[in-house]
C-alpha cells in the first residue's frame, strides 16, 4: 500500500483547506483510512477515519462539525475537508490506511494503522 498526500498550505484563520490522499495497493489492507495530524511538540493524534467498504465515518470531538471526510472509491482518493480552521489545526497532517476495523468501523488510534503517507503541512495564521 502506498499513500500520497496533498493539498496542504497556508490559510488564515476562518479559511478552508481540502487535504487528498491517492492510495494504491490492496483494498483489504486498507479497509479503514484516516486522516491523522502532529503538531510541534505534541503527540500524534486522529482527526476522522472512514471504513472504505461500507462509508462508515468516525471524527475527533475536535474536528466534528468542521472537517469531513470523504472518498472516492473510482480514483482511489481520500479527501479531508477542512473548513472554519484556526491556528490550533497547524500540523502535519498524514493519511494512514489499515485492515483492523470493528463491525465496520474504524477508530482512530494511529496503531491501529498499518500504512503511512509522507504528511502534508497545514498552516493556519490569525
Known amino acids: 500500500v502506498q499513500l500520497v498526500e496533498s493539498g496542504g498550505g497556508s490559510v488564515q484563520a476562518g479559511g478552508s483547506l481540502r487535504l487528498s490522499c491517492a492510495a494504491s495497493?490492496?483494498?483489504?489492507?486498507?479497509?479503514?483510512m484516516g486522516w491523522f495530524r502532529q503538531a510541534p511538540g505534541k503527540e500524534r493524534e486522529g482527526v476522522a477515519a472512514i471504513y472504505t467498504f461500507g462509508g462508515n465515518t468516525n471524527y475527533a470531538d475536535s474536528a466534528k462539525g468542521r472537517f469531513t471526510i470523504s472518498q472516492d472509491n473510482a480514483k482511489n482518493t481520500l479527501y479531508l475537508q477542512m473548513n472554519s480552521l484556526n491556528p490550533e489545526d497547524t500540523a502535519i497532517y498524514y493519511c494512514a490506511a489499515g485492515a483492523a476495523h470493528y463491525g465496520g468501523n474504524c477508530r482512530l488510534g494511529d496503531d491501529l494503522y498499518d500504512y503511512w503517507g509522507q504528511g502534508t503541512q497545514v498552516t493556519v495564521s490569525s
Open positions: 495497493g490492496s483494498p483489504y489492507s486498507r479497509r479503514c
